[in-house]
């Protein structure tokens, strides 16, 4: 038979499993804001950012979106940098709220064991 224990500690690692991951993501989207505010004067490395970030699973519509992304102006560049920034800012406040508090989960599972249950 499983004891409580076992199954709560179990419950538990997945928690932190969790944790880590929303951890790991919150840090690369931390990164990428500060990759976009550092290079928000290099208008080329904006324009060759805003071009991978997008696949459109189709050749000529990404052929297409790229024409017209070649052809915006540097402050369009920009304000699509701003845009994208505001976005992940956005998704960053989610993911803080996404963290799951299991510390008070912790000391249950170890006084049970404690208690052999």
Same mark, same amino acid.
């Given at each position: 038979?499983? +004891?409580p224990s076992d199954f709560l500690d179990a419950f538990d690692k997945t928690v932190d499993i969790i944790n $880590?991951?929303?951890d790991f993501r919150r840090q690369e989207i931390i990164d990428e804001i500060l990759w976009l505010d550092q290079n928000y004067e290099n208008i080329d490395a904006l324009r060759g950012y805003i071009l991978n970030r997008v696949d459109f699973k189709n050749k000529l519509a990404n052929i297409d979106y790229a024409? +017209?992304?070649l052809e915006y102006s540097d402050a369009k560049i920009q304000q699509l940098a701003e845009l994208r920034a505001n976005f992940l800012h956005? %998704? $960053?406040r989610n993911f803080?709220? %996404?963290k799951i508090e299991n510390k008070p989960l912790k000391i249950i599972v170890h006084e049970l064991k404690a208690q052999g249950r």
């Amino acid at each position: 038979m499983i +004891k409580p224990s076992d199954f709560l500690d179990a419950f538990d690692k997945t928690v932190d499993i969790i944790n $880590l991951w929303t951890d790991f993501r919150r840090q690369e989207i931390i990164d990428e804001i500060l990759w976009l505010d550092q290079n928000y004067e290099n208008i080329d490395a904006l324009r060759g950012y805003i071009l991978n970030r997008v696949d459109f699973k189709n050749k000529l519509a990404n052929i297409d979106y790229a024409r +017209k992304v070649l052809e915006y102006s540097d402050a369009k560049i920009q304000q699509l940098a701003e845009l994208r920034a505001n976005f992940l800012h956005a %998704e $960053l406040r989610n993911f803080q709220s %996404e963290k799951i508090e299991n510390k008070p989960l912790k000391i249950i599972v170890h006084e049970l064991k404690a208690q052999g249950r």
